[in-house]
């Protein structure tokens, strides 16, 4: 059974930094996409950031262009996203998922999802 769990949000200022962690366990093989959705209270959920199995190629939604970074470590079945300048409109509930296979997609077509980690910014 696939796990995922999430950690690291909280509430911060405009300005400040968080990482989120997101711990994948029952992933016996690659290769597989792992990335970060959204979802801010009456919004959808939307797309952040993926990685592929390599980490060669990642991306992110233009809304975190130069802001957010995703980081994998296929040695701890570990995915990161690295906040920097944060926002008020960064406010929400952060989402790891895991996607079979190495296309990347920004579609919500993920195979597994986590419970989700909040992240509030204070303006």
């Known amino acids: 059974q696939v796990q995922l769990v999430e950690s690291g949000g909280g509430l911060v200022q405009a300005g400040d930094s968080l990482r989120l962690s997101c711990a994948a366990s029952?992933?016996?093989?690659?290769?597989?996409?792992m990335g970060w959705f959204r979802q801010a209270p009456g919004k959808e959920r939307e797309f952040v950031a993926a990685i592929s199995w390599s980490g060669g190629t990642t991306r992110q939604a233009e809304s975190v262009k130069g802001r957010f970074t995703i980081a994998r470590d296929n040695a701890k079945n570990t995915v990161y996203l690295e906040m920097n300048s944060l926002k008020p409109e960064d406010t929400a509930i952060y989402y790891c998922?895991?996607?079979?296979?190495?296309?990347?997609?920004?579609?919500?077509?993920?195979?597994?999802w986590g419970q989700g980690t909040q992240v509030t910014v204070s303006s």
């Open positions: 029952g992933l016996t093989f690659g290769p597989y996409v």
């Open positions: 998922a895991v996607k079979r296979g190495n296309g990347i997609t920004t579609e919500n077509l993920y195979n597994y």
